[in-house]
């Protein structure tokens, strides 16, 4: 079984930067695709960004093109975001997920973690 754990988030200004990591046990990362979601007090999650197994390809929600990047290092079972240039609509849950298999995908994740807070103020 594997699992997930988010860290990283808090309090940043519009226009800081903050660094999320996902840190995974019970399994081996690199068999997985890894993505990010986010959910917004009363809105619906959404899709972010994922990473294919080998970090060769990346594929990301328009609204956080250039803004936003996701890498992954499986020697030490860890996902990134890495968010930069943050607005206050980024205030969120974020979420990382993972998949068995090598396509990125905006939905059809079987592991998640519990949720990082990402809260930027103005």
């Known amino acids: 079984q594997v699992q997930l754990v988010e860290s990283g988030g808090g309090l940043v200004q519009a226009g800081g930067s903050l660094r999320l990591a996902c840190a995974t046990s019970g399994g081996t990362l690199s068999s997985y695709t890894m993505a990010w979601f986010r959910q917004a007090p009363g809105k619906e999650r959404e899709f972010v960004g994922g990473i294919n197994r080998s970090g060769s390809s990346t594929s990301y929600a328009d609204f956080v093109k250039g803004r936003f990047a996701i890498s992954r290092d499986n020697a030490v079972n860890t996902a990134y975001l890495q968010m930069n240039s943050l607005k206050i609509e980024d205030t969120a849950v974020y979420y990382c997920?993972?998949?068995?298999?090598?396509?990125?995908?905006?939905?059809?994740?079987?592991?998640w973690g519990q949720g990082a807070q990402v809260t930027v103020s103005s």
């Open positions: 997920a993972a998949r068995p298999g090598s396509a990125i995908t905006s939905s059809n994740y079987d592991y």
